[in-house]
């Protein structure tokens, strides 16, 4: 059972033929995991593994290109006609003689691809240097475009369907952080906070089971919330440190992301100033959304907010998010920051993250978000504070 | 502070440079996450975003090059000197007009490597095509050899340390098996089981904490059970139906594998007939390692038991594991099939897996194990059955 209803995969592979016509390619080349869901409703672990979804340009169902093994999950969770789903055999795999994109360039040639405009995603994860190699080797007569983000554009606007599927992951995180906050307390191990973070992630609520978030739970404690992207360890939480917490709820490979930070003890001035500001920040920020806006409007609401009160950040402040895989829940390409131009539109989604990574500490905001017509609509119900424990 | 003390990062880094050596390049461009934490200890979620570690043939620290918000985590997790960590701006990230291996490119050549002879990751995961285009657009004088793997097999023999980890892995896994038979019951969601499964391996034991492994719970119930890498859903676990259990203990991204097969009800003879074949092939496929025997000799000696037995397997029966990230805890070195004539050594470390996927239903066993100087250890101490529940 794909997670969607077929009409639902028609729209968005009518939308994605009109961008490939405008691209000028006859075929497109899909191998973002996310992208071959978003397609086709294809959910499996097999990625790690080289596998397409082949969408040419003229009508008529993609196909799926993959290991063997892997077939059956193609029939299971998609849309597509069973002579639809073709794979190559297993000593393909990690071979030191032949590599799986032979056989993907096999399917191509078969379906009157060998001499087409072939439109390949040249920075997506897992499509490596070598995937494009040996794909130019075996169809010398094809002309390959890098048409990188293509599909992602496309799912940047969600459908109402979507919207749906993350508000269920809404209701997800709002439990999830509760159990965080929760647990992050004085000589408690890092990793069983993390435990029971997992935990309520995947359980997800009586009506909507979780997925694993494509992200791991991110617990910055002490000295680690200087730096976003640290794991966690077996180290207690200590008295007098704040631990910042970047979270998901996941529904159906839907992201809602969360952030909030937990102090135990009596915070410094300072980290009340930042958390303060910060907030601000973030009422700014939502306020400036509204279709017709610009992602970089939305930063610079921010940055004259936080700026007033005495504090700066270099990077980022959001993303656009949705139907994602590991490493990562962003759709990477509309970010709310100096110089995108992207103009808002309903129903676009971002996590907007407000991450003040300081000297040695740091704090952490965020909340998802919709574009609605009239302004915005922040997925989750969670109060926006510095939680302080004692 | 480094998972292991400098004189191990150094071991490896020696290990590397014989092998560079006599691939004849220059200097290295590590980009597979694991590989990176091998050389040098860094461990972050932040390979969404290019990354590198630089290793120059000639002695010296290697370089670490990431997102500056990472440094801070290069800073914490290596045994880099300060000055070898090197950073670019955040406006690089998803941008449309330039791209993070730019600045990659500027180092190499900034440390005098604009001409040499540069061996990088051709099919590592997260190194894009378009890596290697901007690469060479940007390094016109450079020669760029594609040295995949090459750190991998350093890694495919482990250290004692290592192996000492994997055992702590074991220990976790032990428990996390036993967590999720108890968990797989009649009208329990699977989102729950594999809720519970999670909660295990993070947690770990009291004196080891737990990371989440590379793969996810891998919770294959009823039909699901006839494809490996299916997610989990919110449906309920039926009466006499399978569901094949393939987890991981992780330790300090080390993983300790195994799968377990569960039965809700009284079994089919057909199921039975596999379980002991499956059984038989194991010990038999184990009895046959030891140093200098190759890995296909292993497989055969499989073979040759399930297939008195009636049955067949078309896909390899293991691979080589250790430290990961995401998508995937094989080494993607030494499998264990036909053709594979790889020589075992003492503490090469597979995961032995014996995933029958039939029609409609399936059966897994598995256990991860090492060569030793006589023959072989198995890290994780588990019965070898299928397990029946009423």
Known sequence: MAAFPGEEYEQRLARTRARMAEAEVDVLLVTDPANMNYLTGYDAWSFYVPQAVIVPLQAGAPLWVGRGMDAQSAILTTTLPHDHILSYADDYVESTVKHPMQHVASVLA??????????????AYFFTARNLDVLRHSLPDARFDDIDLLVNWVRTVKSPREIEVMRQAARIVERVMQVAIDAVAVGTRQCDAAALISEAQIRGTEEFGGDAPANPPSILSAENAATPHAAWSDAPFRRDTATCLELSGCRRRYHCAMSR??????????????????????????????????????ELAWRKTINRAGFSKTSRIGYSIGVNYP?????????LREDDTTVMEPNMTFHLMLGMWMEGWGFELSDTFRVTETGHEVFASFPRQLFVKA
Chains 1, 2 share one sequence.
């Open 327 to 335: 490493p990562n829940w962003a759709d990477h390409t509309a970010s």
């Open 261 to 298: 930070t937990v102090y135990l003890g009596k915070p410094p001035d300072e980290m009340r100033r930042v958390a303060d500001a910060t907030s601000e920040g973030m009422a700014a920020a939502l306020a400036a959304v509204k279709p017709g806006a610009l992602c970089q409007d939305v």
């Open 110 to 123: 078969d379906h009157g691809f060998g001499k087409a405009r072939i439109g390949y995603e040249g920075n």
